[in-house]
């Protein structure tokens, strides 16, 4: 599930179309959002047919020389948006990019994106910055892959891969999908997540210097040094919860995890 770089065939929008100067929305209830460096984002879930994009704040006061004319950037991306984004659907899936960080057409770079709450989110961000990255109220899968991103996960269910290098990972479950693996991985940051007390889970958990905190009832089934790892710090443990259930992966190296109910 790695972002892949596309060579993009545009099709006509027909379902897309302005509906302010800083709106756009987007006629699409099922499929994936996939939002490629766009960093200062809020995803908000809700029971709707359209994925309404928002531009936050954005300055009224535009480049004259360029009134009716539509920005591109470097990469040959358009603003078909109005907003300073390139919204494309391929199949089954709309691909969200910033057409640029400089106030392009009077526009921040901060966005609020209501979707459909079953919709699928994958977010990258890989650039050597990046503000918090907040998705609440999605039923749909969840995947996002930051370097310097805080991640914050509200009200959601999974299935999720979420991995964060420098920053920390939040998590809140209303309840916990069973069909496919929850991972959620950050090398210097913590790992906060609460979840229902009667979760089901297979717990697979993988610390360097930190340790775990839970008020869950977790039947530990090894607690000791990982073997497959050439580290000796590596540490692995081993549980279930409720018998078990999902895989419950989680990995940090310098921080600690907590894992609570809620």
């Known amino acids: 599930m790695n972002s892949k770089f596309y060579t993009i065939a545009l099709l006509t929008l027909a379902p897309l179309f302005l509906v302010a100067?800083?709106?756009y929305e987007v006629n699409k209830k099922t499929g994936t959002l996939k939002i490629k460096n766009l960093d200062d984002v809020e995803i908000i879930g809700y029971d709707g047919d359209k994925i309404i994009f928002t531009n936050v704040d954005r300055d009224q006061e535009e480049d004259d020389r360029a009134k009716g004319l539509k920005a591109f950037n470097v990469g040959g991306l358009e603003d078909n948006s109005g907003i300073g984004l390139s919204v494309v659907e391929e199949g089954n899936t709309i691909i969200v990019q910033e057409i640029s960080n400089d106030n392009c057409c009077g526009c921040q770079d901060?966005?609020?994106?209501k979707v459909p709450k079953r919709m699928n989110i994958n977010y990258n961000y890989n650039n050597n910055s990046g503000d918090d990255?907040?998705?609440s109220n999605v039923e749909g899968e969840i995947e996002i892959t930051a370097t310097h991103n805080d991640v914050y996960l509200i009200n959601v269910t999974g299935p999720m891969s979420v991995k964060s290098v420098h920053?920390?990972?939040?998590v809140i479950f209303t309840q916990v999908s069973q069909t496919n693996p929850v991972t959620v991985a950050s090398v210097y940051g913590h790992i906060d997540i609460t979840m229902p007390s009667v979760t089901k889970a297979n717990m697979n958990v993988t610390m360097n210097n930190?340790?775990?905190?839970?008020?869950?009832?977790i039947i530990v089934l090894t607690?000791?040094?990982n073997k497959n790892s050439d580290d000796s710090s590596t540490k692995k443990i081993d549980a279930k919860l409720n018998g078990g259930g999902v895989a419950f992966n989680l990995s940090?190296?310098?921080e600690d995890i907590y894992v609570r109910s809620n």
């Open 110 to 113: 901060e966005y609020t994106i």
């Open 223 to 225: 607690k000791n040094v």
């Open 167 to 170: 920053g920390d990972v939040e």
């Open 21 to 23: 100067q800083s709106q």
């Open 252 to 254: 940090t190296r310098y």
């Open 133 to 135: 990255i907040k998705v």
């Open 210 to 217: 930190g340790s775990l905190y839970s008020d869950l009832d």
